[in-house]
């Protein structure tokens, strides 16, 4: 597909139980974020991908989350030990360059801990 | 640390009046700075930027936005407010060397009554 792909849609676990996340970004986009949106607030920083460089992963919350970019395209957000709190839309957006600006977002996964 | 305030959570304004969305940065050194749209049950879309061009940026559907450096803001501005600009505002900043991370300000839900 043309856009930024996320799976799963919609997820819903039960304390205690670890999630994955799976972000498929635009073909070529080099630079791949992770954002968490809760109700009614904004869009919280995770985690940041760019090319080869170690990412920046100073927006996540705790040791309970940890995310990787395998072979610079696909990246899965992992939630261990899921909280009540994480709930949540997880947001992924990729760009080519963000001195362009355009942030392509997906659909977002939508995480309800039971 | 990057950071983005945006005044008031909510704002509401009569068709075909003045839109006025405000955004603060706090940063040193004048970040990328954007704007961002996000329609009801919609993903977000980049409505316009600033990356060191001209200080008046123009975007999509009539909305601009003015870089004042001395005043470390970014607000976002429609001569006359249409009700399908009824959406949630972001506006967010980037580094411009080191780390291209995105920060989002907490968003601006805009109300248009007829």
């Known amino acids: 597909g043309a856009g930024v792909s996320q799976s799963p849609s919609n997820k819903v676990t039960e304390k205690g139980k670890d999630v994955e996340l799976r972000c498929d970004p635009i073909s070529g986009h080099t630079a791949l974020y992770w954002y968490r949106q809760s109700l009614g607030q904004g869009l919280e920083f995770l985690i940041y991908f760019q090319g080869n460089s170690a990412p920046d992963k100073s927006g996540l919350p705790s040791d309970r989350f940890s995310a990787e970019r395998t072979g610079g395209s696909v990246s899965t957000l992992t939630i261990q030990r899921t909280q009540q709190e994480d709930s949540a839309v997880y947001l992924c957006?990729?760009?080519?360059?963000?001195?362009?600006?355009?942030?392509?977002f997906g659909e977002g996964s939508r995480l309800t801990v039971l | 640390a990057q950071s983005v305030t945006q005044l008031g959570s909510h704002v509401s304004v009569s068709e075909g009046a003045l839109v006025l969305l405000r955004c603060n940065y706090s940063s040193s050194v004048p970040p990328y700075l954007f704007w961002y749209v996000q329609y009801p049950n919609q993903g977000l879309q980049l409505l316009l930027k600033y990356t060191s061009a001209a200080t008046l940026v123009k975007g999509i559907n009539g909305f601009e936005a003015e870089f004042k450096k001395s005043e470390t803001s970014f607000h976002l501005t429609k001569p006359s407010a249409h009700m399908s600009d009824a959406a949630e505002y972001f506006c967010?900043?980037?580094?411009?060397?080191?780390?291209?991370?995105?920060?989002f300000g907490s968003g601006t839900r805009l109300l248009v009554r007829p």
């Open positions: 967010a900043a980037s580094g411009r060397s080191s780390s291209y991370k995105l920060i």
């Open positions: 957006a990729s760009t080519l360059t963000i001195e362009t600006g355009e942030l392509f």
